[in-house]
Every structure is written in C-alpha cells, then in structure tokens.
C-alpha cells in the first residue's frame, strides 16, 4: 500500500504565501507524475499543477506565475509554493502521485487533503 501525507495549509492573508508538502510512502519502486488538485464548495475538483518524473510541469491558468510545482524524487515528495496568493485560491488542496509498485503495475492515489484559506 502506498499513503501520500500532506501538510502545509492554513489561513493566509491576502497576497501571502504558503507552501505545501506532499510525501509518499510504502511499496513504491518509481513515481511517475505528481500533481496538486484543488475543490473550492460547490465545484468540481479541478487541476492546480502537475510535474512528470523529468520535471516537466504544467499550471492551470488560473495560478501561473505564482504556484510553483517541485519535487525531490529521492524524497518521493511533492511541494507547491503559493504565492500572492488570492480568495478565489481558498480550496481544499489535494496531491495525487502515479505510483509503480514493485508489480510494476501504476496505481493511481490521493491524499487525505489540506485546507488553504486566504482571508483577512
């Protein structure tokens, strides 16, 4: 089994910054793409950014120029630094990892979610 551990949420101000944390763990033999996925009240989950095992990225709109996607593939962990970061970002983050288990099968697994909330 494999479980991803998120941290890093919270309540920011307006134009903050935050950054999350996502780390796999189990029977893991490579991870191929990671991502961060979010879903506000009320709307579908939606992608936020997602970068490859060569780290390759690609940002929805709606965040590029200020999320920045990382990983450290010796880690198996996943970050999304948030900044200037706006209302409309308030969301429950979620990380997603497709993970190659020692089968050499890819299995498809979530996080557990963090709540970002930008108020003041």
């Known amino acids: 089994q494999v479980q991803l551990v998120e941290s890093g949420g919270g309540l920011v101000q307006p134009g903050g910054s935050l950054r999350l944390s996502c780390a796999a763990s189990g029977s893991i033999f490579s991870i191929n793409a990671m991502g961060w996925y979010r879903q506000a009240p009320g709307k579908q989950r939606e992608l936020v950014a997602a970068?490859?095992?060569?780290?390759?990225?690609n940002y929805a709109d709606s965040v590029k120029d200020r999320f920045t996607i990382s990983r450290d593939n010796a880690k198996n962990t996943v970050y999304l630094q948030m900044n200037s970061l706006k209302p409309e970002d308030t969301a429950v983050y979620y990380c997603?990892?497709?993970?190659?288990?020692?089968?050499?099968?890819?299995?498809?697994?979530w996080g557990q979610g963090t709540q970002v909330t930008v108020s003041s």
């Open positions: 997603n990892a497709e993970v190659v288990g020692w089968g050499r099968s890819e299995y498809d697994y």
């Open positions: 970068i490859t095992s060569d780290g390759d990225t």
